[in-house]
């Protein structure tokens, strides 16, 4: 059976490989069923030509554990969640507390869904991760003519925090190691 998951608006890079069955196993428990059974399926890799990324959870934690538990932790003040994707804008998708949630790093904005039972789920994801993409494409294309294309672990950033209301400008983005930004926004808002 199909997942209920979906990616939309992007194709598929065809460079996914499959998230180790140790990664999983210890994922088991900690993730809804539905969202362990897509990382499963879709595996690690990127759409729309790195503007969507599933990283390995596991992995990306473990690499950059002190950089996700700052920026968790001043935004929500509680321990970081699972993140297992983000975008080329440092949106990062990442479940805590069985709740599957979107947070943006350059606006501070966080989306999350309120409803335990599957269907909330489904519809949550979809939707979000729709509308997520749909205001990251125009301007991707933008940045991606202006700064060139993404190299690995790479993100658009910007020489400040967004507002919520700011448009983000060409002239004020770089590329950057998501990683890397994530610390250098921490100390442009502390």
């Given at each position: 059976?199909?997942?209920k998951l979906k990616?939309?608006l992007l194709?598929?890079?065809?460079?996914?490989?499959a998230?180790?069955?140790?990664?999983l196993?210890?994922?088991q428990?900690k993730?809804?069923?539905l969202l362990?059974?897509?990382?499963k399926?879709?595996g690690?890799g990127s759409y729309?030509?790195?503007?969507?990324?599933?990283?390995d959870p596991?992995k990306?934690?473990?690499?950059?554990?002190?950089s996700?538990k700052?920026?968790?932790?001043y935004?929500?003040?509680y321990?970081?969640?699972?993140?297992w994707g983000?975008?080329?804008f440092?949106?990062?998708?990442?479940?805590?507390?069985?709740q599957?949630?979107?947070y943006s790093?350059?606006?501070?904005?966080?989306?999350?869904?309120?409803?335990d039972d599957e269907?909330?789920?489904i519809?949550?994801f979809?939707?979000t991760?729709?509308n997520?993409?749909e205001e990251e494409?125009?301007l991707?294309?933008v940045?991606?003519t202006?700064?060139?294309?993404?190299?690995?672990n790479e993100?658009y950033?910007?020489k400040?925090p967004?507002?919520?209301?700011?448009?983000p400008?060409?002239e004020?983005?770089y590329?950057?190691k998501?990683?890397?930004y994530?610390?250098?926004?921490?100390?442009?808002?502390?």
């Amino acid at each position: 059976m199909a997942n209920k998951l979906k990616i939309p608006l992007l194709q598929s890079d065809n460079n996914h490989i499959a998230i180790p069955e140790t990664s999983l196993e210890q994922l088991q428990g900690k993730l809804p069923e539905l969202l362990l059974s897509f990382l499963k399926e879709e595996g690690e890799g990127s759409y729309g030509n790195k503007l969507f990324i599933i990283s390995d959870p596991i992995k990306f934690s473990n690499e950059h554990a002190d950089s996700i538990k700052r920026i968790i932790e001043y935004t929500f003040s509680y321990e970081p969640g699972i993140i297992w994707g983000y975008t080329a804008f440092g949106t990062l998708f990442m479940c805590l507390d069985g709740q599957i949630m979107a947070y943006s790093i350059n606006y501070a904005t966080t989306y999350s869904n309120s409803d335990d039972d599957e269907e909330g789920l489904i519809e949550f994801f979809n939707r979000t991760m729709a509308n997520l993409l749909e205001e990251e494409i125009e301007l991707y294309k933008v940045m991606k003519t202006q700064l060139g294309a993404l190299a690995e672990n790479e993100i658009y950033g910007f020489k400040k925090p967004l507002l919520n209301s700011e448009e983000p400008i060409v002239e004020n983005a770089y590329k950057v190691k998501l990683i890397d930004y994530l610390p250098q926004l921490l100390d442009q808002t502390t």
